[in-house]
């Protein structure tokens, strides 16, 4: 079975500083780990993904798989990434699985 | 970049009527288009892969014959709600994989809030 962990709901950092938004994974292949970002009033969109490695707004995210992980970083977060985080999971098939999401709030 | 275009945005309906929803993808071929449905303040619940030409495949759960999927071109699908009730209110949302590119990831269209009253 797939499944994606995102523990937390609601994620609160100040501005400048580092942030890392937690997701965990469960499939016994090799999967295609997604990071998605949905800012208030706009539609989910592609934030990065680990098959290409790069960084997105500052954003990075390494796959640990010993670990079963995906975590999101980011050194000095700014006002303007507060948003909903959606990590996914694409296993075997072209479906993707989401984690239940966390609510980034990035303070002044 | 890939565009999905999904219309409605909103819709209001009257309980036992029924509702269509389109998802286009404006400058790719989608050859699987999957549907969505969102809760509030919860994840995004897959419904239903949909693939130009043939018929969708359900999630366990999912009721065919309440939504209806329709994917009669590479660019358009369909989701009606027939018979909608007052629990089918809720935000929907299509997603679009582009056949020829599939490590670009996939684009999803704005939703669609549905109420029914």
Redesign the interface.
């Known amino acids: 079975a797939q499944r994606v962990t995102q523990p937390e709901k609601l994620l609160s950092v100040f501005k400048g500083a580092p942030v890392e938004l937690k997701c965990n994974y469960s499939y016994s292949g090799s999967p295609e780990l997604f990071w998605y970002v949905q800012y208030s009033r706009q539609r989910l969109q592609l934030l990065l993904r680990h098959i290409s490695r790069e960084s997105i707004k500052g954003f990075t995210a390494d796959l640990n798989k010993g670990e079963t992980s995906f975590h999101l970083k980011k050194p000095f977060a700014q006002e303007e990434d507060s948003a909903m985080y959606y990590c996914a999971l694409q296993g075997g098939s072209e479906k993707l699985v989401f984690g239940k999401g966390t609510k980034l709030t990035v303070n002044p | 970049g890939a565009v999905v275009s999904q219309h409605p945005s909103w819709v209001i309906c009257k309980s036992g009527t029924s509702v269509k929803i389109e998802c286009r993808s404006l400058d790719f071929q989608a050859t699987?288009m999957?549907w969505y449905r969102q809760f509030p303040k919860?994840?995004?619940m897959?419904m239903a892969?949909s693939n130009e030409g043939s018929k969708a495949t359900y999630e366990q759960g999912v009721e065919k014959d309440k939504f209806l999927i329709n994917h009669a071109s590479l660019t358009l699908s369909t989701l009606t709600v027939t018979s909608a009730h007052p629990e089918d209110s809720s935000f929907y949302?299509c997603?679009a994989?582009n056949g020829l590119a599939?490590?670009y990831?996939?684009?999803?269209?704005?939703?669609t809030r549905l109420t029914v009253v």
């Open positions: 699987t999957f919860q994840s995004l897959l892969t949302i997603s994989l599939r490590f990831g996939y684009t999803f269209g704005s939703g």
